[in-house]
Nanobody, 124 residues
């Protein structure tokens, strides 16, 4: 059984920072799975934010967060971290960690396992 546990969400002011972490536990070996972050705001579709490949140095970031968000990985611990700086109101959403294929598509169907989500609210 795969479990993905997110932490680090909360309230930040515009221009502020938050750090999200995700740790995955696998009941069986899933060496093919990379970890990534999606987000969903009320009334909007879920969208890919960032992922970090398990197999090489590739990372992917959505255009709107480039230069502001940084993803880091420690696959020895099955952990990824999303450092979010210069937060904007449009970053407010529930952020989900997911396990799947890290590709430029960052599509839902490429991810098989999902965390429960952590809320990020950016407001003054």
């Amino acid at each position: 059984q795969v479990q993905l546990v997110e932490s680090g969400g909360g309230l930040a002011q515009p221009g502020g920072s938050l750090t999200l972490s995700c740790t995955a536990t696998f009941g069986r070996t899933l060496e093919g799975y990379s970890l990534g972050w999606f987000r969903q705001a009320p009334g909007k579709e879920r969208e890919g934010v960032s992922c970090a490949s398990r197999h090489d140095n590739n990372v992917w970031l959505q255009d709107s967060v480039k230069g502001r968000f940084t993803i880091s990985r420690d696959y020895a611990r099955n952990t990824i971290t999303l450092q979010m700086n210069d937060l904007r109101s449009e970053d407010s959403a529930t952020y989900f960690c997911a396990a799947g294929l890290c590709s430029g598509a960052m599509a839902d169907y490429e991810y098989d396992f999902w965390g429960q989500g952590t809320q990020v609210t950016v407001s003054s």
